[in-house]
């Protein structure tokens, strides 16, 4: 399983920008926003974020990320795609800026069919009270570790 602890260094465009997060103030400019969500999205996040490497690469983009966080059991990953002159690109203005978002909205659902846990993709199911996408021995497991 991919460690999402180092996500900022293998990909240091996903930091914390560096003016810092007007939406959690306390992130340092630099830092690594995936270090708190669940483990089990470790390969799915990896996967997603090889190809929007390339895109990012290759059209020499600055990415603007606003804040990454866990929501009703999926990722979300708030980013801007800043162009030379660092104005904004929106999704319809070229293929390359459609695809990265589109690839952005793909990694967000994939987390929610992956156990959180553990990763599989097998049998997994949503569970309520926090709300989050597991499978079932994981979840007996966190429950009777919580119990
Ligand atoms: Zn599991």
Redesign the pocket.
């Known amino acids: 399983m991919y460690d999402l602890n180092n996500v900022a260094h293998d990909f240091p465009w996903t930091a914390v920008p560096n003016q810092g997060s007007p939406v959690e103030p306390w992130r340092n400019p630099g830092s690594n926003w995936f270090d708190e969500l669940p483990e089990?999205w470790g390969d799915v996040i990896h996967a997603y974020l090889l190809q929007l490497d390339m895109l990012v690469r290759r059209n020499r983009w600055y990415i603007y990320v606003a804040q990454v966080k866990e929501k009703f059991g999926t990722l979300r990953f708030y980013v801007d795609i800043l162009d030379a002159e660092g104005l904004p690109c929106y999704a319809d203005s070229a293929e390359d800026v459609k695809r990265f978002y589109e690839l952005v909205h793909e990694m967000e659902s994939e987390t929610g069919r992956v156990?959180c846990?553990?990763?599989?993709r097998e049998d997994v199911r949503c569970y309520g009270g926090w709300i989050h996408y597991?499978?079932p021995?994981?979840?007996e497991r966190v429950r009777d570790e919580i119990a």
Not at 117 to 120: R, S
């Open positions: 089990g156990c846990h553990c990763g599989t597991a499978c021995s994981c979840e």
